[in-house]
């Protein structure tokens, strides 16, 4: 009897779900939902996973899946489910949401492969861009679309390429190539005859000096005692000395033998970190891990836990409650999922848990090979990896059975995938992926998401308070401040612990610093301040959220901003050659010599940036050491961790930086933090922008004073009376929810609301107009036609950013009690959709 499957396929121009059947092979046996697969669609060969079985297909007749890529499935059965839940919450098809699932290198799309025709080739009269694709191919021979992107990199030639095949001179054909992912092979040796052997066997090799002899038979005793071949260099390492010669002749003498085997590819084999053991816990945590500790049992025993909400403030001791948690279910049998917001991140968080849990964790984000994250997502599959710690994406590993899932930080938007699709919370398909696996979800913030907190609240989930700061584990810090010539401080102690002070607010206002004459970029407090912790020997952060040197660059006599002319938006000053960058698309030019509107040269530049900050603090503190922690100086691999590494080792004595800095970082010796300018952002025509701006402030003050040193936070803005710089100041988180639920509720804003935006590009302005005018009629007559009288649509508009990367953009917005009921099965063409976006601009 036939077996039928069901395997959805996402290419660029297909995605969709596809009837299949199992051919009379012994390989289809293993096929299972889940399982990663080659079928046919149209002229191509196309990867695709198995959905599910069927007893009957939709089409008459079927096509026999051609391949099978891995004999086990590579999403696991909650994966499938989560899945499932992601494309109907979020309105994209389960193809898109299975992509997310797989590791790179693993899902593999058709490509073009380009060759030429050369009898039909014109021997003249060729277009620049026809001329360099033709040479091109003629050099390189056939190659496809990526190779060619990469050798003609900013040159649109696709289109080109399109009408020469149309006229002949081209030839092209669909490709599927088989993943780049693969397990990485390696030479290893093993001994080849019995241990009593060696000494005759060694004796009889010809022509031994008696020190080569010596290190041979060294060699031959260390591989006597291993029961698995080894690798080369550790045979040399651990037998005290040897080279390529030595096994070369033992090998042909017979006495050992060549393997390939497989080695695992460890981006934390090289991480440092002192093994530690677990605290006693304060009064707070200790009631926090009660209620905690009794949830993971109840989920051991098959129930459905509500999430809990871990709120404590910065340096409270949220850490501790979740390497507990960790604990727990590792002992339960099941598996932890760690996320954090950002991969600066990760290496603090991965040291923390590696000294706890040594060889159990697992390390996921997206500056790893392809082969690390491959060979971590299969040891996570295989269950020998308990615990996962990364960005959103780790959220998505194949954990066998995962019994607890943390979000650090969860209210930060980086959980909130927008850049491409699907569009998606990474905190809300962690409450669904808890509710299917029954795991505990553990959600943990100093400045909790108002609108998560809010439905916490009505739901009445656990709301687990930590109010008071403490010194994180005493013997560690004694130990870092041994390290750093610097006696520990006596304080006032509950257990092993210290109780330590939130840093003091000291707010300025910048505009009273003008009136007294002081025209520079830091207030005299702040230089004060500055001035006194250099002295000290201590630390400083110098925070804010804008990089480059100077916001952007205009004409003094006409009053022209020079402008992307993708974007239309500012472009940014940097030092360098190219240094006008758009922080939106990336485009880079070089600082023109006149004026390209008038032609004066009378050309500035005005506002700042983490360069010009840095720049500052070097000129007016002569031999003072700076680090700069921004998007320009961490995108190669591993620079988060140097840079961190070198701060955390006084290698520097004032971190400038943007929103890095303000998320979890745990530095002793830093007793200031200046916000060079709080007002970033909170002018924006965004309903969450005073919440962005108090999660930030708060979050950044909080880097202070988590040492026995202590710390003061100085606060520059020229808006000093705003609501969320006042609750910042005083850390009135209370206060601020009270007051900002308040304006959302008159505004309709969420949580009284839920919302949903669909965005179109076009780079022609009046077609897009056109289309965005359409489909809010659509909408309206859906709306009309359904019993959706309480959903209102907002629109057709331009975008606040109405221009990104040289195409338009406009909007629509719907809001209403569930306005993704109104689109789920509806035709959405090209529309981008975010169900619950976290910015309308």
């Not at 304060?282 to 999430?307: C, F, K, M, N, S």
């Not at 003008?514 to 520079?520: E, F, Q, V």
């Not at 952060?541 to 022209?560: D, H, K, S, W």
Request: proline share 8%.
């Amino acid at each position: 009897m036939a077996v039928y499957v069901e395997v959805a396929v996402n290419l660029p121009v297909t995605v969709g779900m596809f009837h299949y059947h199992l051919p009379e092979e012994d390989w289809a046996h293993h096929v299972a939902p889940g399982s990663l697969v080659v079928v046919p669609l149209g002229n191509k060969q196309v990867q695709g996973i198995v959905w599910r079985t069927l007893e009957h297909p939709e089409v008459a007749e079927t096509r026999p899946v051609l391949q099978l890529l891995d004999p086990s499935p590579v999403l696991t059965p909650i994966q499938l489910a989560l899945a499932e839940w992601m494309a109907h919450e979020t309105l994209y098809p389960l193809a898109t949401c299975f992509d997310l699932m797989l590791p790179p290198g693993l899902s593999q799309q058709v490509d073009l492969l380009y060759r030429l025709n050369e009898p039909a080739l014109p021997s003249e009269g060729l277009t620049p861009v026809q001329a360099r694709l033709v040479a091109l191919l003629r050099e390189r021979g056939p190659l496809r679309r990526r190779q060619i992107d990469a050798h003609l990199p900013r040159v649109n030639w696709r289109p080109v390429a399109q009408a020469m095949v149309r006229r002949g001179w081209l030839v092209a054909h669909a490709v599927l190539l088989p993943p780049t992912a693969r397990p990485k092979q390696a030479r290893a040796v093993r001994l080849a005859i019995p241990p009593e052997e060696i000494d005759t066997r060694l004796a009889a090799i010809p022509r031994q000096k008696p020190h080569v002899l010596a290190r041979r038979k060294a060699i031959l005793t260390f591989l006597a005692g291993q029961n698995e071949p080894v690798q080369p260099a550790w045979v040399f390492a651990s037998a005290g000395g040897g080279n390529a010669t030595d096994l070369q002749r033992l090998a042909e003498a017979g006495l050992i033998a060549y393997e390939e085997v497989e080695i695992w590819r460890d981006p934390l084999e090289r991480v440092e970190f002192v093994l530690n053991e677990a605290p006693d816990l304060t009064r707070d945590q200790g009631a926090a891990w009660e209620a905690v500790l009794a949830a993971i049992q109840r989920a051991a025993q098959g129930e459905a836990p509500p999430p809990h909400i871990l709120h404590g403030i910065t340096g409270s001791g949220k850490t501790e409650i979740y390497l507990q948690a960790v604990g727990e279910t590792l002992r339960q049998g099941r598996q932890a999922l760690v996320l954090v917001p950002e991969i600066a991140l990760t290496p603090q968080t991965v040291r923390r848990f590696a000294a706890r849990f040594p060889g159990k964790v697992g390390l996921v984000h997206s500056r790893l090979s392809p082969g690390e994250r491959y060979d971590t997502w299969r040891r996570a599959r295989s269950g020998e990896l308990p615990i996962i710690i990364g960005p959103r994406s780790a959220l998505f590993m194949p954990l066998p059975h995962p019994g607890l899932i943390v979000l650090d930080e969860f209210h930060d938007e980086s959980y909130y995938q927008e850049d491409f699709p699907p569009a998606y919370s990474a905190v809300e398909a962690a409450l669904a992926l808890g509710r299917l696996a029954r795991a505990v979800v553990l959600l943990g913030s100093a400045t909790p998401d108002l609108n998560l907190l809010y439905r916490a609240r009505q739901r009445q989930w656990p709301v687990l308070s930590l109010p008071t700061r403490i010194l994180a584990h005493r013997q560690a810090v004694a130990h870092q401040f041994r390290q750093l010539g610097r006696p520990l401080p006596e304080l006032t102690r509950e257990g092993e612990r210290a109780i330590l002070d939130l840093p003091p607010v000291q707010v300025v206002d910048m505009r009273q610093e003008l009136k007294a004459g002081n025209r520079t970029i830091f207030s005299r407090i702040l230089q004060k301040e500055l001035e006194q912790v250099l002295e000290n020997g201590q630390q400083a952060i110098l925070f804010l959220n804008r990089r480059g040197a100077a916001t952007y660059v205009f004409c003094r006599a006409c009053g022209a901003v020079l402008k992307c002319p993708r974007c239309d938006l500012p472009l940014t000053y940097h030092s360098g050659p190219e240094a006008l960058i758009c922080h939106s698309c990336n485009y880079r030019r070089k600082l023109p010599e006149r004026c390209p509107a008038c032609n004066s040269t009378s050309i500035r530049q005005m506002g700042l940036g983490t360069e010009r900050v840095e720049a500052e603090v070097q000129a007016r503190f002569p031999g003072v050491r700076t680090l700069r922690w921004d998007w320009e100086t961490t995108r190669q691999k591993d620079s988060h961790d140097l840079i961190l590494s070198h701060f955390t080792a006084h290698r520097a004595d004032v971190l400038i930086g943007t929103q890095m800095v303000a998320k979890g970082l745990d530095l002793p010796l830093v007793t200031l933090v200046g916000v060079i300018l709080a007002d970033v952002g909170l002018q924006l025509p965004d309903y969450r922008a005073a919440e962005r701006g108090f999660q930030l402030l708060t979050q950044v003050a909080g880097r202070a004073g988590r040492s026995p040193l202590g710390g003061k936070v100085v606060l520059q803005t020229y808006l000093p009376d705003h609501y969320a710089i006042q609750a910042a100041s005083r850390y009135d988180f209370e206060g601020f929810m009270r007051q900002e639920l308040a304006y959302r509720r008159k505004l309709g804003y969420p949580p009284f609301a839920r919302l949903v935006r669909l965005e179109l590009r076009d780079r022609d302005e009046r077609r897009l107009e056109q289309e965005a005018r359409r489909m809010s009629q659509q909408i309206q007559t859906w709306l009309d036609e359904g019993d959706f009288r309480a959903t209102e649509i907002i629109g057709p508009a331009p975008c606040f950013f109405s221009r990104r990367g040289g195409e338009y953009r406009w909007q629509i917005i719907l809001r209403g009690p569930d306005p993704a009921s109104v689109l789920r099965g509806r035709p959405l063409g090209e529309w981008y959709v975010q169900v619950d976006p976290l910015s309308l601009l």
